[in-house]
């Protein structure tokens, strides 16, 4: 089929790759700007487009495609369908109605739960037993589109985002063929999203990255463990040479019992409102390496009693 592929993360690019794999005609990839990053802030293409421009994809990174200009050159690539994966970029209704078979949406979700920015981390931070991936063919409303395919996966004790990330991916991927594979000779079968069940994965801010340790062990552990490996859950210490900013990583719920912030032992326990968490990876800011909840209590000399806000 003849499409245009939408995306910008690393989500995106197994899905742009496996298209490329199957042979579809990819007229052109949309995906966001350079953004300046790392320590000398140099202007860095997104995963998608270092992919595409790897395939030799041409490639496009409007500001905007409200415009009458990006209307054009989008109606000039003369698509089938277009494909988007975590493009980063609300596509107007204009925009929408240009492919013969509509734009499909691959979402990692189960919807309606958890339509919006954050859908990955939102699951691990609520508990979620289970996610998975979904194509919706997309509409106007955020993530609303009815859903053709579905794939469920389930979210394993101690999992973080970065895992189920990394699990979902391929699964997506090989869910997208799928369907366009099936779309090249019926249509897709499409079911309307119930409202019941609705949960919005709003984006993730730095302001809540921070740990409270107040609240039970195992919402605990699902808050650091969501927030995995990005943007890091935190606490602040005095290691010796004033407050020090400390990324947790990853947790897990455990027995224990003190006032909430206090180190219980030298594996790195703390407890919490009620039980305690596991503190088993950990980086320390401005060194680079992660270590365990052992290595940590060992590296700053803390001692059981020590009171974490």
């Known amino acids: 089929m003849k499409l245009v592929f939408m995306g910008t993360p690393d989500f995106a690019v197994a899905t742009l790759a496996r298209l490329a794999e199957d042979g579809h005609d990819i007229a052109a990839v949309y995906t966001r700007a350079p953004a300046r990053s790392g320590r000398g802030m140099a202007l860095r293409p997104s995963p998608v487009h270092a992919l595409a421009d790897g395939l030799g994809l041409p490639v496009h990174t409007p500001a905007t495609l409200k415009s009458p200009d990006a209307l054009t050159l989008f109606r000039s690539h003369g698509c089938d369908v277009a494909v988007v994966v975590a493009y980063g970029m609300l596509l107007p209704q204009a ?155 990853r947790a897990m719920p455990t027995e224990g019992q003190s006032a909430p912030g206090t180190l219980l032992d030298s594996a790195g326990t703390i407890a919490c409102g009620g039980g305690a968490v596991r503190l088993t990876e950990l980086r320390r800011a401005g060194r680079g390496g992660i270590v365990t909840g052992a290595d940590f209590v060992r590296g700053a000399h803390l001692a059981p009693g020590t009171r974490f806000p």
């Open 95 to 249: 925009i929408l109605d240009v492919p013969r078979h509509g734009c499909l949406n691959l979402h990692a979700s189960l919807l309606p739960r958890w339509r919006g920015a954050a859908p990955i981390q939102r699951a691990i931070m609520a508990g979620d037993t289970e996610s998975g991936v979904g194509i919706m063919r997309m509409e106007g409303g955020l993530d609303t589109g009815p859903v053709a395919l579905e794939e469920r996966v389930a979210i394993a004790p101690g999992m973080s985002a970065g895992d189920l990330h990394d699990a979902l991916m391929p699964i997506g991927a090989a869910l997208m063929s799928r369907a366009l594979r099936q779309l090249e000779h019926e249509p897709l079968p499409l079911t309307r999203q119930s409202e019941e069940g609705l949960v919005y994965a709003r984006k993730i801010t730095n302001e809540e990255a921070r740990i409270d340790w107040s609240k039970p062990a195992r919402e605990v552990a699902n808050h650091i463990n969501g927030l995995s490996p990005f943007p890091g859950a935190f606490f602040e210490a005095d290691l010796g040479k004033g407050p020090e900013r400390v990324k947790v990583l």
